[in-house]
């Protein structure tokens, strides 16, 4: 007879392991079947987030910053220094901080209970999942209620065929042992300018190649464009409406063809090639034919707004159903679903989700962009602070971007932020607790912010949208 819980996780990303960790604190018997391997042939939790994705490419932004600071910009403060990169160390730091995390995981497993499941699991019809271990020998188990979270992988395209040594992903890129002279990055999204900036900072000739005629236009266009700006500045060379039509690997190098907007073609040799233009939900062999999980027309696991299923008693978190693929909106579904399993009452706000590209300056939004709020019709207010004007970042030589807050022009609700600028990230959590509390602008421009400090951007930004900034000429854009 098969070993039964109340609750089975598939997937120990940020979204499955969280909701694992959480059904336990709430007295639920949990598994969490998790198949990925290590260097070390050892199955390891926390999903792309912790081994190849959020945690790993921090790690490598902040040292190669470190190093371009050192380099390029402690002269400034009167200090004089000659630095050289050890890649292989940097590398190695890394996997340090992999290793203590995804260990982590495992320790949380313990602390709370969980059962932890090696292997490769399947979603059976029944609510039974099928596990099949490392060495082919499948096993069943069945559950009250189960968490499919099995994230998702990099897109492949034709043109680019990723073979892990000239051509890399995502996840090549985090493992290169060398500077390459000459980068290629086709895709400006997220991933693609986060690992452009880490070899460029390192010495890279780095060449971004995106196909769409806009940059980050997911993002406010006002602070795409700023960004656009400083990249350029940095030594980033981004060519937009650029269509990558093949490649050719000759010896050590890459020879990649491309046509612009105007269908001419170009070629350009690199010595590496990374590959990000997005990621796909995973579903490979997670669900048997009569498990009756449904997907859309994209391939994502359909749910409703309280991640349920088509099938009862099987619910779905993080990258693998609709919505943003972040690793923090991932978890928070998590911890959504493992609190409605048992008997609560628990809501997830998708408008407050931050959206954060780790760049220096970082870039980062919550709520709509300008754009959005335009086409909505509502009327609005924009309240604008550059770091220029910012005492805390002149003092930290660090003043390039700007705060945005966008406000309704009626009742002054704050509908956006939109930074870019040293700490972007967290400061844009300001104003999404804010908005989770159904602040106005003026409710954050009457509150007071620690002086010197880069959030008093955010205050600025917030009295600016109602004309009432103090440190720079109030420029109010009423819409």
Not at 68 to 77: C, L
Not at 448 to 476: D, Q, W
Request: charged share 25%; net charge neutral.
């Amino acid at each position: 007879m098969s070993e039964k819980f109340d609750v089975i996780v598939i997937g120990s990303g940020p979204g499955g392991y969280v909701a694992a960790i959480r059904a336990a604190q709430l007295g639920l018997k949990t598994a969490c079947v998790e198949k990925w391997v290590n260097k070390d042939g050892k199955t390891v939790n926390g999903g792309t987030c912790l081994n190849v994705g959020c945690i790993p490419s921090k790690a490598l932004l902040d040292s190669s910053w470190k190093y371009h600071e050192a380099k390029d910009d402690f002269d400034i403060h009167g200090i004089e220094a000659k630095v050289k990169i050890d890649v292989k160390k940097m590398i190695g730091r890394k996997d340090d901080i992999v290793k203590k995390l995804t260990g982590g995981v495992a320790g949380l497993f313990m602390a709370n209970k969980v059962t932890s499941i090696e292997g490769t699991g399947k979603l059976l019809a029944g609510k039974k999942v099928e596990v099949t271990d490392h060495n082919g020998k499948s096993t069943t188990y069945e559950a009250e209620n189960i968490i499919l979270a099995s994230g998702s992988v990099p897109v492949n395209i034709p043109p680019a065929p990723v073979d892990n040594k000239i051509i890399v992903d995502s996840t090549g890129a985090l493992e290169f042992t060398q500077v390459p002279k000459r980068l290629g990055v086709i895709g400006a999204g997220v991933i693609g300018l986060e690992l452009g900036s880490v070899w460029n900072r390192l010495g890279s000739d780095v060449v971004v190649l995106e196909a769409l005629d806009s940059f980050l236009a997911i993002m406010d266009q006002q602070i795409a464009k700023e960004s656009q700006k400083i990249f350029k500045k940095q030594g980033l060379d981004i060519r937009l409406s650029c269509r990558v039509t093949g490649t050719e690997v000759k010896g050590k190098e890459v020879v990649v063809t491309y046509q612009d907007k105007d269908g001419k073609e170009h070629q350009e040799t690199f010595d590496k090639l990374i590959v990000c233009v997005g990621r796909r939900p995973y579903t490979e062999g997670l669900l048997s034919e009569d498990a009756g999980v449904k997907l859309d027309e994209r391939g994502f696991i359909y749910v409703n707004d309280l991640c349920m299923t088509s099938a009862p008693g099987v619910w779905a978190v993080g990258d693998v159903v609709r919505g943003p693929m972040l690793a923090h909106k991932a978890s928070e579904e998590g911890v959504v679903v493992a609190e409605r399993i048992a008997g609560q009452k628990p809501m997830m706000n998708y408008d407050v989700i931050p959206n954060v590209i780790y760049t220096h300056p970082e870039i980062a939004a919550v709520g709509r962009t300008e754009e959005q709020v335009k086409a909505d019709g509502e009327p609005y207010n924009v309240g604008v602070f550059p770091f220029a004007a910012s005492g805390r970042a002149m003092a930290a030589n660090d003043t390039h971007g700007m705060v945005k807050i966008i406000a309704h022009a009626e009742t002054d609700r704050v509908l956006g932020a939109h930074i870019v600028g040293p700490s972007a990230a967290d400061l844009v959590q300001q104003v999404a607790i804010a908005m989770e509390f159904g602040s106005s602008a003026e409710d954050i421009g009457m509150t007071v912010f620690g002086h010197p400090t880069l959030s008093e951007a955010v205050k600025e930004a917030a009295l600016a949208a109602n004309g009432h900034a103090i440190h720079i000429a109030n420029r109010k854009k009423r819409k």
